[in-house]
């Protein structure tokens, strides 16, 4: 059973920084294209980053690109998201994907 766990969310002033965590599961991660997406309360979900296997390929949203950064530790089967210079239309919740599967995700909100 694939299972996607989310973590590091939370409260950050505008221009802050975050780094979001997501634990794998039930599938090979090593050799597994994984993404980011986020979905704004009353918005559709949007795709943010994704990162290829053999190589870490990645490719980024406009709207975070140059302030968020995807990586992967293999050896734990953990995703990252390095967010920086965070703006308070980033507040969403965040999850990271695999194929078709999309865990629990974790909230981040950017306020003053």
């Known amino acids: 059973e694939v299972q996607l766990q989310a973590s590091g969310g939370g409260l950050v002033q505008p221009g802050g920084s975050l780094k979001l965590s997501c634990s794998a599961s039930g599938f090979p991660f090593k050799t597994s294209v994984m993404n980011w997406v986020r979905q704004a309360p009353g918005k559709e979900q949007e795709w943010l980053a994704t990162?290829?296997?053999?190589?870490?390929?990645?490719i980024y949203a406009n709207s975070v690109k140059g302030r968020f950064t995807i990586s992967r530790e293999d050896a734990t089967n953990t995703l990252h998201l390095q967010m920086n210079n965070l703006k308070p239309e980033d507040t969403a919740v965040y999850y990271c994907?695999?194929?078709?599967?999309r865990g629990q995700g974790t909230l981040v909100t950017v306020s003053s």
């Open positions: 990162l290829y296997a053999n190589g870490g390929r990645t």
């Open positions: 994907t695999h194929l078709t599967n």
